[in-house]
């Protein structure tokens, strides 16, 4: 009796799980329909949904919702902006923690730090840390111009506030140099490429 009450109780939790996934995939195949005809309004709470009730959703979900939130950001409701900016900065660590082997770690916690001082989200040291640990863990994919300058032009503010060395502020110039040099030559090559 008690083997029959345990087989039960077994196949509903598996019966029930196996129609959450179907629940998810459900909801990511009509978010990807939405998000890919830019139907933003009905895709955002099909988004939210995935985000919070799916586990390790598919990567294309996160591509699809960066780029939703960026056009929230740039065309939405402006007092949406700071709810809209947070949002992003959550897909942004989702994806590193549900997709790491696939996510370039530099690029994305500059991404999240560009977009805290695009923003005004955090102070400027909680800004500055993070885009320092982009540029520490993987300078490699740290590669936009924009964020370089706005990484370095906050540790300058950091300096002039009394928090940063100016010996820190020297070395980090050249290294900044160095990544803007490596990245015109890889525009140059891709030119090349093209002539």
Not at 54 to 73: D, S
Not at 100 to 125: H, R
Request: glycine content about 4%.
């Amino acid at each position: 009796m008690n083997t029959k009450k345990h087989i039960l109780i077994v196949a509903s939790f598996l019966l029930s799980f196996g129609v959450f996934a179907q629940d998810c995939a459900t909801t990511q195949q009509l978010f990807f329909s939405n998000a890919k005809v830019k139907n933003y309004q009905a895709a955002l709470p099909q988004y939210l949904s995935i985000i919070e009730n799916c586990p390790k959703p598919h990567i294309a979900v996160f591509q699809y919702g960066e780029r939703m939130l960026r056009h929230f950001l740039e065309e939405g409701d402006p007092a949406k902006q700071k709810e809209n900016a947070e949002l992003l900065i959550s897909t942004y660590e989702k994806r590193l923690e549900d997709w790491p082997a696939d996510t370039k770690k530099g690029e994305t916690l500059a991404k999240i730090a560009q977009v805290m001082y695009d923003y005004n989200i955090g102070t400027k040291d909680e800004q500055y840390a993070i885009f320092d640990k982009a540029w520490e863990t993987d300078k490699e994919s740290f590669l936009s111009p924009k964020s370089l300058y706005t990484y370095f032009s906050l540790l300058v503010d950091l300096h002039d506030a009394g928090s940063k060395d100016l010996q820190e502020v020297f070395d980090k110039y050249d290294e900044v140099i160095e990544q803007i040099e490596k990245l015109e030559n890889i525009q140059a090559e891709k030119a090349a490429t093209l002539t």
